[in-house]
């Protein structure tokens, strides 16, 4: 069997796991202990990313057409590529929180959502809280509002009629003045 047929099935795996992948993070791994690694990548697969160590030229191959192919300039020496289908952000947070454990740790370089970030942006990229995250603060800001109104009309109810004419006198007070129609 040729080199080349030997390859083509783990490009072709490469190529699988990009394919849909919304952000595609290399990473420097040199220097990481073996606990170091296996942390990291309990952590990355809780998030679920998916964290491989392949050879440099088969990883060139595979992006080779794709909105993953500016990768190609920082494919040297040995990388990890942490890959995430479901989480834009997931690879970047995970794997800078855990480079300040572990400094040997590098970002070199990713791509997030087709666009190509250094490792600057891709700092700036892991700073970005999670869908869930900011779905949740959104919910949040949405309901407050709703809530102290309850809230107020609740204390209107307990409070009975005395309430209801100086609720009525505040919001004729708060309400905008309309103008008075023009004397012909």
Do not use: C, H
């Not at 220097?31 to 088969?58: M, P």
């Not at 209107?156 to 708060?174: F, L």
């Amino acid at each position: 069997m040729a080199k080349v047929e030997l390859k083509q099935p783990i490009v072709q795996e490469i190529s699988e796991n990009i394919k849909e992948a919304q952000s595609v993070v290399v990473v420097d791994y040199r220097g990481l202990t073996v606990a170091e690694d296996t942390q990291l990548r309990r952590q990355l697969r809780d998030a679920g990313v998916t964290y491989k160590v392949y050879k440099n030229t088969l990883v060139g191959r595979a992006v080779e057409g794709t909105e993953f192919e500016s990768l190609k300039d920082v494919l040297e020496g040995p990388n990890a590529f942490a890959i995430s289908t479901t989480d834009a952000t997931a690879p970047a947070r995970v794997l800078a929180k855990f480079a300040k454990t572990a400094p040997a740790l590098e970002i070199k370089a990713g791509v997030v959502e087709g666009n190509f970030y250094d490792q600057e942006g891709m700092k700036a990229i892991s700073q970005i809280p999670s869908r869930d995250e900011l779905l949740s603060k959104l919910l949040g800001s949405l309901q407050s509002p709703i809530t102290n109104l309850a809230r107020v009309l609740n204390q209107i109810a307990e409070q009975g009629g005395m309430a209801d004419a100086a609720v009525a006198d505040a919001a004729v007070a708060a309400a905008p003045a309309e103008e008075a129609p023009a004397a012909e």
